[in-house]
């Protein structure tokens, strides 16, 4: 993971730069575990419009 080249010096900020860290880190994971899902179980176009008969969705 890219982060800034430092964390800001203002009194303060430097929790908020963490979260935001913390947060794109998660959103980042979230990702890719969303891309693996798509990978295993792609749509189909026969199937797109249709929920009739889904199946359960497991991460």
Known sequence: ???APSAPSAKGTRPQFIRDA???AIRKQ???QMREAYRQHPDSASEAESWA????FDA
Not at 53 to 56: M, P, T
Request: net charge positive.
């Open 53 to 56: 008969g889904c199946e359960k």
């Open 30 to 32: 979230e990702y890719a």
């Open 22 to 24: 913390v947060k794109a």
């Open 1 to 3: 993971m890219r982060t």
